[in-house]
């Protein structure tokens, strides 16, 4: 059973940078890929970005190219989101989620994934 393990949020000022991590067990862990979505309150859960684990092909929201980048070290098991330029937008509580249907050829909506981790708060603040 895969187990999601998020850390690295909190409060930070508009315009600052966070880093997410998301931890994943068992050691013998090999999705097809890794995703990071996000839920502000009052609405819908929304992609953020995603990873293809063996080959690292990204993909983003609109609203976070170009101040998101997603990465792995597949040695660590661990997917990072750093979040640079953050806005009041942003906030929200972030989830990771891992992901094993090889047919997908973009991984960018939920129901490609599988497992998903208990989720991190970021808040960003004026």
């Known amino acids: 059973q895969v187990q999601l393990v998020e850390s690295g949020g909190g409060l930070v000022q508009a315009g600052g940078s966070l880093r997410l991590s998301c931890a994943a067990s068992?050691?013998?862990?090999?999705?097809?890929?890794m995703g990071w979505f996000r839920q502000a309150p009052g609405k819908e859960r929304e992609f953020v970005a995603a990873?293809?684990?063996?080959?690292?092909?990204?993909f983003y929201a609109d609203s976070v190219k170009g101040r998101f980048t997603i990465s792995r070290d597949s040695a660590k098991n661990t997917v990072y989101l750093s979040m640079n330029s953050l806005k009041r937008e942003d906030t929200a509580d972030y989830y990771c989620?891992?992901?094993?249907?090889?047919?997908?050829?973009?991984?960018?909506?939920?129901?490609?994934?599988?497992?998903w981790g208990q989720g991190t708060q970021v808040t960003v603040s004026s």
């Open positions: 068992p050691r013998t862990f090999s999705p097809y890929a």
């Open positions: 989620a891992s992901g094993a249907d090889r047919s997908v050829l973009a991984p960018t909506q939920s129901t490609a994934f599988g497992s």
């Open positions: 990873i293809k684990w063996s080959i690292g092909s990204t």
